[in-house]
């Protein structure tokens, strides 16, 4: 990708589901470091030890699965019908999503939200003229944390990950 960048075919590198080791790895042999690194984040999987190490190094974070892919199958449940959500989004007079996406914005991380609705892409945008307060950002950390993509299907005794440590260098 960096012969492709140095050639003009390609304004910018990024990568996907690297954790801080192996974008540890990665900045210590690219010539140009990435400048994305896609991966699951919401409220359910804050992932504040990759945040903090993305800001260190510069690289900007993109959040799938910020809704928490419900309904995919891999998905989970926990950001949609989360209590905790509904309270603040009810005290706000706004929507789970909107609470939701909010807080993925106030991280720094810019967010995939799918949607093929229009009316829900115009909805999932209504998030920059507020703020959540420091009381919804602390209520929101003790959401119980679990990844929605545990990663089972790249796992194989013959694969270059045997267990779902290895894939998430211990980050899970």
């Not at 690297?18 to 896609?38: G, N, R």
């Not at 914005?105 to 799918?114: F, M």
Request: charged residues 25%.
């Amino acid at each position: 990708m960096e012969e492709c960048s140095k050639l003009g075919l390609a304004k910018s590198i990024g990568v996907s589901n690297f954790s801080c080791t192996k974008l540890s790895q990665l900045l210590e042999i690219a010539t140009i470091p990435p400048a994305v690194d896609q991966v699951e984040l919401n409220v359910a999987w804050q992932q504040k030890k990759l945040l903090e190490y993305c800001k260190e190094k510069g690289v900007h974070v993109s959040a799938y699965s910020p809704l928490g892919a419900n309904g995919a199958p891999w998905g989970t449940h926990a950001v949609m019908r989360s209590p905790i959500l509904n309270d603040i989004a009810t005290a706000k007079q706004k929507t789970i999503p909107h609470v939701a996406l909010r807080w993925v914005y106030e991280q720094g991380a810019s967010a995939i939200a799918k949607s093929f609705n229009k009316e829900r892409m115009k909805q999932n945008l209504e998030i920059l003229d507020w703020e959540l307060s420091s009381e919804d950002k602390f209520r929101i950390q003790d959401i119980p944390q679990r990844r929605g993509c545990n990663g089972e299907g790249f796992i194989h005794p013959n694969g270059p990950y045997k267990s779902l440590d290895e894939l998430w260098d211990g980050e899970i």
